[in-house]
């Protein structure tokens, strides 16, 4: 397999003329965290769920920041002018061995600041995260969005994302699971 190409820089179509994206940078962490952290506030405020731990935003900064030496993995930011406006974190993640894929590209978020959402940034993102898969030859990505999330569902199925699994939550102090040790 041929070496994957850096990340190129690229400009996107009509609605986000004026917006870039390309490979973040360290200097932009901060900002990227307070896109990310708009985001998991909107989960935390729908569903208790989503709480974060106090650290969360430290430990968010670590992981992409890891990310961007890595060549399995990428850190994308979208810029308009040099304001960061968007995010899309992700990576090669090996498929269990017994599936003929052996690799797919995983996006673990990806995020655009509330007012420049609905203009085109985030299938920029999205454009750019598909051709690292491909520089990486890999064919298919996949993610996971919160099911109560009927913009990002909407947004992702515009883009051709096909339903593939469900993921289930336990929580172990439900009352089926408290006495669990007790059955045996």
Known sequence: MEEPRP????RVGRA??????????HDELSALGAI??????????TDPRFALADDALARWTAMAEDLLDRQQGFLLAARAGKTPV???????????PIYRVPEIGFISEIAVARRHQRRGVGRALIRAAVRFFRAHGVDEFQL???EWNDA?????????GELLLLRYRFA??????????ADE
């Not at 708009?38 to 405020?45: G, P, T």
């Not at 968007?86 to 269990?96: D, E, K, Q, T």
């Open 36 to 45: 990310w952290r708009e985001l998991m506030e909107l989960h935390a405020s």
């Open 172 to 181: 172990l102090d439900h009352p089926l699971w408290r006495n669990e040790d």
């Open 7 to 10: 990340l190129a820089r690229h």
């Open 86 to 96: 968007g995010f899309c974190l992700g990576w090669i993640a090996r498929n269990p």
């Open 16 to 25: 986000a003329a004026r917006v870039k994206v390309g490979p973040a940078r």
């Open 144 to 146: 996971s969005t919160a």
């Open 152 to 160: 990002a569902c909407a947004f992702w199925r515009a883009l051709g």
